[in-house]
């Protein structure tokens, strides 16, 4: 049995495709034993947890065991507001379109303790000197933009306290010629 008793644990999540938290822990091992690679029996604070597979681990090396989705952890994003911006010039349309989006993040915590949360989201990047993008009015600041080296992926870093709340809001907006189709933009 693997014991996760004292191990850095974090909620993972990305409500742009799941509205779920996933308990990720991150284990080091040992520093006198190999632990070979398969299935685990994993606890936690002395209560079974499930089962999982490791990887060939050495003496004192860290590894993340993912120990799936934790239902007292709620995650929500909505889409708040979607605004196109046709601007008319003597009647005649603009040759730009712009759309304007407007979204809040939310994660609630319903355990009887302090938690930690990386809460992920992809922002829009354009890759055409066409496409202009404009990120905006973001409410608390992300730890890391284009997070570990991929493009428009921030990541909030933050603790959330028992049974309280942390929303974040931004919007966005994409102008582009007006006979531009964009595929991604909801």
Do not use: H
Not at 5 to 23: E, G, I, M
Not at 62 to 77: M, Q
Not at 109 to 135: G, R
């Amino acid at each position: 049995p693997l014991s996760l008793d004292k191990t850095t644990r974090v909620f993972s999540a990305y409500p742009r495709l799941s509205p779920y938290a996933y308990l990720v822990s991150r284990v080091t091992n040992a520093k006198d034993q190999q632990l070979l690679g398969g299935r685990v029996n994993i606890f936690l604070e002395g209560d079974f947890v499930g089962q999982g597979n490791i990887k060939t681990t050495g003496p004192n090396e860290e590894f993340d065991l993912y120990l799936g989705v934790d239902e007292n952890v709620k995650i929500k994003r909505e889409q708040l507001e979607k605004k196109v911006d046709d601007v008319f010039i003597a009647n005649i349309p603009s040759p730009n379109r712009k759309v304007t989006y407007k979204f809040k993040m939310t994660v609630e915590n319903y355990k009887n303790k302090k938690i930690k949360v990386n809460l992920f989201e992809t922002m829009p990047v354009s890759e055409n000197e066409k496409i202009k993008v404009n990120i905006m009015n973001v409410s608390l600041a992300p730890k890391d933009k284009d997070w570990k080296n991929k493009l428009g992926v921030w990541r909030w870093e933050f603790e959330l306290e028992p049974k309280a709340r942390q929303e974040i809001f931004y919007n966005y907006s994409v102008e582009c010629p007006r006979d531009m189709n964009i595929a991604g933009l909801e």
